[in-house]
């Protein structure tokens, strides 16, 4: 119900009581009740109880109105006012005009009774009042109660999300809270690792990134530097890969790293003073990091390093027998070694300095040369001479063979004119045929030309 419409019911209640009073006074003044009584309806003398009665309250006609959440009473001859407690309604300004304007189940000012006030409320709420809890307070959307305080739980780094729930804020960093889930900003050249503001740069457990932890091995130490881990190994101790290793006997990285130490067969190794050490089993020589018998080793032949190869015509193999090379020949050669010719794989049935065995050379033959038949030396004579008696002689000219072998030209012709001098000529072999005082083509020869047979 509106002011204006309490103020009027106010004023006409007024009314209603001053001409009811006017009109009791003119029947209480022809006859008197006891107290508390009068004749207010014909043929009912003192019958109505003006003391209680709303309609006749002290007088006859003078009512007691209801007004708003309230009902109008008689007590003691007075109109009140009884409101609606059940329901929480009270006239806490005592304007009986205005009725019970004050609900002091739900009004913050009159909360449980008239006068007691809410406290005020925070920023962003309300006060409220109920019946069963009392004083309230009721927060704007937005926003949620937490204790006596309207906070906005998307956006407060001490209450994000629920109530209490503080946003704590790192080394080097900051909190935020949005969308009620608690954040963490870093300061300039940090990064968030885990709730916490690192320097990934020398972090030696979030080195480069988050979680990336530099791993210290044995016989060293680990550091971040630049975002990369950074090993340091002891004294006498150098860093392979991950590993801080001593190369005077680490088997796997001698002297170097990745220098492993590799044990050939028949012998075992030793990483000794940086070096790898190679002993081979008795009777073996280690030669190029392999233990070998060099009394039978092709490639190391009575010492390291003299490797038997093929070298020999017509061989077909080499090999090692007693620490020297030796080799074995083709199917129809024959196998010669130490002569003149050398090492050699040849057919004693043709080889002229092997001619029926090893180191029999076929002999020399002026204006010729020697052949090998069957394993027997023979000779062949060069173009324009003949094989006489195992030599090659012309016999256009070979006094001795003239014409044929055998066909000697003997004896001596007298007369013979030699620059106008008589003398005497041994007989000559010439184009095959022996001739006196060395006639040819009916020229008489002059000394010169009897070659010095004339005397």
């Given at each position: 119900m509106g002011a204006r419409h309490m103020q009027l019911l106010g004023a006409i209640w007024v009314v209603v009581v001053v001409f009811i009073c006017a009109f009791s006074a003119e029947t209480d003044a022809h006859e008197r009740c006891r107290p508390g009584f009068a004749t207010c309806h014909k043929g009912r003398s003192c019958k109505t109880q003006v003391s209680c009665d709303p309609q006749n309250c002290g007088k006859c006609g003078v009512r007691c109105p209801n007004a708003a959440h309230g009902e109008g009473k008689c007590k003691n001859g007075r109109c009140t006012l009884e409101c609606q407690e059940r329901q929480g309604w009270r006239d806490c300004d005592s304007n009986r005009g205005n009725g019970c304007e004050t609900n002091i189940n739900t009004n913050p000012n009159h909360c449980g009774k008239c006068g007691k006030v809410c406290p005020a409320p925070p920023a962003?709420?309300?006060?409220?009042?109920?019946?069963?809890d009392g004083c309230g307070i009721q927060c704007n959307a937005r926003f949620s109660k937490c204790g006596t305080q309207c906070l906005d739980l998307q956006t407060d780094t001490s209450n994000c999300g629920t109530c209490g729930n503080v946003c704590a804020a790192p080394a080097n960093g900051t909190a935020s809270c949005s969308s009620g889930l608690c954040g963490v900003a870093c300061n300039d050249g940090f990064t968030l690792c885990g709730g916490q503001c690192l320097d990934v740069n020398n972090d030696v457990t979030n080195c480069g990134s988050c979680s990336n932890a530099c791993q210290a091995p044995a016989y060293g130490t680990a550091s971040c530097s630049s975002g990369s881990c950074v090993t340091s190994c002891k004294d006498g101790f150098m860093l392979c890969g991950d590993k801080c290793l001593n190369l005077d006997n680490d088997m796997s990285n001698c002297g170097s790293c990745?220098?492993?130490?590799?044990?050939?067969?028949?012998?075992?190794?030793?990483?000794?003073?940086?070096?790898?050490?190679?002993?081979?089993?008795?009777?073996?020589?280690?030669?190029?990091?392999?233990?070998?018998?060099?009394?039978?080793?092709?490639?190391?032949?009575?010492?390291?390093?003299?490797?038997?190869?093929?070298?020999?015509?017509?061989?077909?193999?080499?090999?090692?027998?007693?620490?020297?090379?030796?080799?074995?020949?083709?199917?129809?050669?024959?196998?010669?070694?130490?002569?003149?010719?050398?090492?050699?794989?040849?057919?004693?049935?043709?080889?002229?300095?092997?001619?029926?065995?090893?180191?029999?050379?076929?002999?020399?033959?002026?204006?010729?040369?020697?052949?090998?038949?069957?394993?027997?030396?023979?000779?062949?004579?060069?173009?324009?001479?003949?094989?006489?008696?195992?030599?090659?002689?012309?016999?256009?000219?070979?006094?001795?063979?003239?014409?044929?072998?055998?066909?000697?030209?003997?004896?001596?012709?007298?007369?013979?004119?030699?620059?106008?001098?008589?003398?005497?000529?041994?007989?000559?072999?010439?184009?095959?045929?022996?001739?006196?005082?060395?006639?040819?083509?009916?020229?008489?020869?002059?000394?010169?030309?009897?070659?010095?047979?004339?005397?």
């Open positions: 962003d709420g309300n006060a409220t009042c109920s019946k069963k990745g220098n492993a130490c590799q044990a050939p067969a028949n012998g075992n190794v030793t990483c000794s003073g940086g070096s790898c050490n190679v002993t081979c089993k008795e009777g073996l020589t280690l030669c190029g990091g392999q233990c070998v018998n060099v009394d039978s080793n092709l490639f190391n032949c009575g010492s390291c390093g003299n490797a038997c190869r093929v070298v020999v015509l017509n061989s077909k193999s080499a090999f090692c027998s007693g620490g020297t090379c030796d080799f074995q020949c083709y199917d129809d050669y024959d196998k010669c070694s130490g002569g003149p010719s050398g090492d050699v794989c040849t057919s004693f049935q043709v080889d002229v300095n092997n001619c029926g065995g090893c180191n029999q050379p076929c002999p020399q033959v002026e204006n010729g040369f020697p052949i090998c038949s069957n394993g027997q030396c023979s000779s062949q004579c060069q173009n324009g001479f003949t094989l006489c008696e195992g030599k090659c002689v012309d016999t256009l000219w070979d006094s001795k063979n003239c014409g044929g072998c055998g066909s000697l030209c003997e004896g001596t012709t007298s007369n013979c004119n030699c620059l106008m001098n008589t003398v005497t000529c041994n007989k000559l072999c010439a184009l095959g045929e022996c001739l006196d005082c060395a006639f040819y083509n009916n020229i008489v020869s002059d000394p010169l030309s009897c070659l010095n047979q004339c005397h």
